[in-house]
């Protein structure tokens, strides 16, 4: 089956080509890149993406899709339709379900759950240890050959640094990259917002910015020390992202990721202690919203991953200090990337584009996506940049709602999702 | 969620005008009266329905808010959650929901967690008045202290207080700064590093009022660079004497033994010690200094018991002015009006 | 008080002097009526009944020499219409220092319309004691046909028949610049 998209603009940063290009799928994969006035082969269906931007599939890095344990928050198939519907075509879940995902039998599960929702792609990031307890290594080697792109125990970061020494030195061995949520939890502890004025303000407990930097740091010294690859997830801190900064400039092997919602909101949003501002890392000032826009601008922050989090209404309904952190964003990245950093100027759409493609696919080494070069897998997201459209909680395809954008107004937006060829969503 | 004509909430003092602080005030000032009649009891609020829904022990506010309902006709119901409402498995809003299927013109919150009363109000339709919520806010607090302040010091303008102990965790210190500030007086807090974190001279902040709101008045205000309006009238004085030297009123705020469990210091004998409200640290004072404290007391720990016991503590009164102000709070929230 | 500005005066029916005479007048009636002064209690309804009741304690002291007892009513927390919109009412301070067990209480306010406000006054009055009496003195009564509750003044300064529509200001010294009764009307 021929599938051709159509006087589309083509972005493909990786191949550094932005210019009118038709696309020619052939068997879920790209087969060739047509010049608009050349002759589409005979019998080929026709996607008009007249107007619109066609760029490789979106990755995102970090997601949480509840399944297994948790399905009254979200499954693989809900996430995944979440996903594609905002423009997703990869999704990289973290290995928090309940039984945890520290072996080659869940992480086949979720793979299997994907196949069968067959909306987005998933590739499972398993745990760094097991239970994710912070003391023994999981089985990483396993994990990778059933399909495992990376480890993590994200919101239970290993606060042993021998442990994540050790875990660095054997993850290498599998060329798996080991993510951290840096969160020193000595410091944090019983926090539940950025520690600053309107913490103080607000009478609630604060999670000072400086317990993200202090892990931030010691992961870019054991990285240099272990030469691993360190990938800092949701970077929110000034310090953690001059550090980055600095050991990139150094040549260690260090990558980061930010969410919309660190681009986009302070802590000052706290206060109508409203539980859908409440995440982790949680929403910090001004001064370091400027510095992560900065390291957006200056290509320290490598990547755009939603940290989607979904988390039960009853749940979320309760007072601020017991509510669980976390947010949906699969559904409204794309459009907050539009608003908040290409339509200011921040960043261009080719950078956008990378952010969201070309460099995920490299951070997590998958072969064949973040790309539309021939020969590579059809997953295709195609733009509106100038499509006006309002987010809505009570339509999202995420079994939650826990999204603090409902009712946001936005200009960008996938119009169309294509997974190995097939297409998954159209607005 | 649209409130019935006339029902405000009272959630804390950060979103009070000065105008509007000195009304309920006044209107305080005005019932006092009733609760020295031979019948202490005025027909207000007959028919009216106010629950106080008490996450958190506390006879005192409690017992005051209750006489503060009867005494004014209404029909008061005490509701105590022993620990939150997720030990029996229903969200906050549930509560409010089921509490508000009821009917009630009025429901008095307190819960040890900040916010509590914020959440509410969004979802209820009855007033929602805030009795202390977390490290937050207890706004009734702070307005009984300053009735007691007033009958003392007659003004606030100008006035120097000294705000001593766990300012971190203190609701009441929070709302007394709020008031104090937006009434003109200067505030000095102290205590241990642990409990009067850096950057909390920053807690107060022009811009931080609501648009639409009435402007700021009375207190000593500076612009700064940036073109945010900062007062300068709260300090955070490294030793307890600064904050006490020459001070016309010392607020002690109580110490609870948690904090040594945390480690915000080593022990409550070495904090009566280096914290403690003395004699001779009452002596910086101006002479004629009153002492306040939201109680219950540690007597000798952060109050020493002479100072607690002397004409100067107006602990009593305190507690006397509370009920007026209750009362005040509770007619002007279903339906009164406060002098302008 | 915006509405205020909105009254247009159609006639005055005292001035200054007139409403000194009716005054005199009162007070002579009271002190007729009461046998003296003696136990004699004048209670001033918030507000415009309050100096009212002033200048009656000072004519009563010129003619018999006793000066009566002096009370105040801030009838606020007794009205009855705290739930109607518009109502808001301030609340004021009550002030009677003196028992008023077993007295000859006159209340005095400055018009008697409805009777609502002297509802509320006795139910309050009775919160404070057992009075042996209480009688109601009034400068201006709009008339029986405005009554909504079975009450009359005792002491009436003058009777003004009126329409509903009309609204009668006792306008006094202490709270406006002049001294004299009108009929207003609103634009």
């Known amino acids: ?427 | ?340 | 008080m915006g509405e205020e500005l909105n009254l247009v005066e159609k006639s005055r029916i005292m001035d200054a002097a007139a409403m000194n005479r009716a005054l005199r007048r009162l007070a002579t009636e009271i002190v007729e009526k009461n046998k003296g002064a003696e136990d004699l209690y004048l209670v001033g309804i918030r507000r415009r009944g309050v100096p009212l009741a002033e200048h009656i304690r000072d004519k009563i002291e010129a003619i018999e020499g006793v000066r009566p007892l002096y009370g105040i009513l801030d009838i606020t927390l007794y009205r009855d219409d705290l739930s109607t919109v518009g109502a808001n009412p301030i609340v004021n301070r009550t002030e009677l220092t003196e028992d008023i067990e077993g007295k000859n209480i006159v209340l005095v306010d400055d018009v008697l319309y409805t009777g609502r406000t002297i509802r509320a006054a006795l139910d309050q009055l009775m919160d404070f004691g057992r009075p042996r009496r209480v009688q109601l003195a009034v400068l201006i009564d709009r008339g029986s046909e405005h009554r909504e509750l079975p009450i009359q003044a005792d002491f009436i300064g003058k009777t003004v028949p009126t329409k509903q529509a009309e609204i009668i200001k006792v306008m006094l010294k202490e709270f406006d610049d002049v001294e004299a009764v009108g009929i207003f009307e609103r634009k």
């Open chain 1, 1 to 427: 089956m021929k599938l051709l998209i159509a006087n589309g603009h083509l972005i493909d940063p990786a191949a550094q080509e932005n210019t009118g290009m038709n696309v020619l799928i052939e068997d879920g994969k790209v087969s060739a890149w047509l010049r608009p006035n050349e002759k589409p082969p005979e019998g080929c269906e026709v996607f008009d993406a007249s107007g619109l931007l066609v760029a490789p599939g979106f990755i995102d890095l970090h997601v949480h899709l509840r399944e297994p344990g948790q399905e009254h928050k979200e499954t693989i198939a809900s996430g995944a339709a979440a996903a594609v519907a905002g423009g997703w075509t990869s999704v990289c879940p973290m290995p928090n379900t309940n039984p945890v995902n520290d072996n080659a039998a869940i992480t086949r599960y979720m793979i299997e759950q994907a196949e069968h929702a067959g909306l987005a792609n998933v590739f499972p990031i398993g745990a760094i240890t097991k239970s994710s307890d912070g003391a023994e290594l999981a089985e990483m080697g396993e994990m990778k050959a059933a399909g495992a792109v990376a480890v993590s125990d994200d919101g239970r970061p290993v606060p042993n640094a021998g442990i994540m020494r050790r875990a660095m030195q054997y993850a290498k061995d599998f060329g798996l990259p080991v993510i951290d949520h840096c969160e020193d939890k000595s410091l944090s502890a019983g926090g539940v917002m950025h520690e600053g004025r309107v913490s103080l303000l607000l009478g609630l407990k604060g999670m000072p910015a400086l317990a993200e930097d202090i892990d931030a740091v010691r992961d870019i010294i054991l990285a240099k020390d272990t030469g691993a690859h360190v990938h800092i997830a949701h970077v929110s801190t000034k310090g953690a992202v001059d550090a980055v900064r600095r050991a990139k400039n150094e040549g260690i092997n260090v990558t980061c990721e930010v969410t919309p919602h660190h681009f986009t909101l302070t802590d000052k949003f706290v206060e109508g202690y409203d539980t859908n501002y409440k995440m982790a890392p949680p929403l910090r000032s001004e001064e370091h919203l400027e510095a992560i826009i900065e390291g957006i601008k200056d290509g320290t922050i490598d990547a755009i991953a939603t940290d989607h989090a979904p988390h039960h209404h009853d749940e979320k309904a309760l007072e601020f200090d017991r509510a669980p952190m976390g947010i949906t964003g699969l559904e409204t990245a794309v459009g907050l990337a539009f608003n908040e950093l290409v339509h200011k100027g921040i960043i261009s759409l080719e950078r956008l584009v990378e952010m969201c493609s070309a460099n995920p696919a490299r951070i997590f080494s998958l072969e064949g996506r973040g790309t539309l070069r021939p020969g590579s897998v059809a997953d295709i997201t195609v733009i509106d940049p100038e499509a006006k459209w309002t987010y809505s909680n009570a339509e999202s395809r995420s079994r939650s709602r826990n999204s603090p954008f409902d009712g946001w107004e936005f200009t960008g937006r996938a119009v169309a999702t294509f997974v190995g060829g097939k297409l998954v969503f159209q607005a």
């Open chain 2, 1 to 340: 969620m649209e409130k019935p004509f006339r029902r405000r909430d009272l959630l804390g003092i950060r979103e009070l005008s000065a105008a509007e602080i000195k009304g309920i005030l006044d209107t305080s000032e005005n019932f006092l009266e009733v609760n020295v009649r031979e019948i202490k009891k005025v027909p207000t609020l007959r028919g009216k329905t106010v629950i106080n829904l008490f996450f958190e022990n506390s006879t005192r506010t409690r017992t005051s808010f209750e006489l503060a309902a009867k005494r004014l006709s209404a029909d008061a119901v005490n509701i105590s959650v022993a620990s939150s409402s997720l030990s029996k498995g229903e969200t906050l809003v549930d509560t409010a929901l089921n509490l508000d299927a009821m009917n009630p013109d009025c429901i008095v919150v307190r819960h040890g967690s900040a916010g509590v009363p914020y959440q509410l109000a969004k979802v209820s339709k009855a007033a929602i008045i805030n009795a202390g919520d977390g490290s937050n806010e207890h706004p009734t607090q702070a307005l009984l202290d300053a009735m007691t302040i007033r009958e003392h010091k007659k003004q606030f303008d100008g006035l120097e207080v000294a705000i001593v102990g766990d300012i971190l965790h203190s609701r009441v210190a929070r709302s007394n700064i709020h008031l104090l500030t937006k009434l003109g007086a200067r505030v000095r807090v102290a205590g241990p590093g642990t409990l009067v974190p850096n950057g909390f001279e920053h807690l107060i902040h022009l811009g931080e009022r609501p648009s639409g709101s009435p402007p700021y008045e009375g207190g000593v205000a500076a612009a700064s660079a940036d073109g945010v309006v900062l007062p300068q009238q709260l300090q955070v004085c490294e030793h307890i004497e600064d904050a006490i030297r020459g001070a016309d009123v010392v607020m002690i705020l109580r110490i609870q033994r948690e904090r040594q469990d945390a480690a915000y210091f080593p022990t409550l004998r070495e904090y009566s010690i280096h914290y403690g409200l003395t004699n001779e640290r009452l002596d910086l004072a101006k002479k004629d200094a009153i002492v306040l404290h939201p109680g219950p007391m540690n007597r000798g720990i952060e109050i020493a018991s002479e100072v607690a016991d002397s004409s100067r503590s107006l602990i009593l009164d305190q507690v006397k002015y509370g009920v007026a102000v209750r009362m005040a709070v509770l007619y002007l929230a279903t339906g009164g009006s406060a002098p302008t």
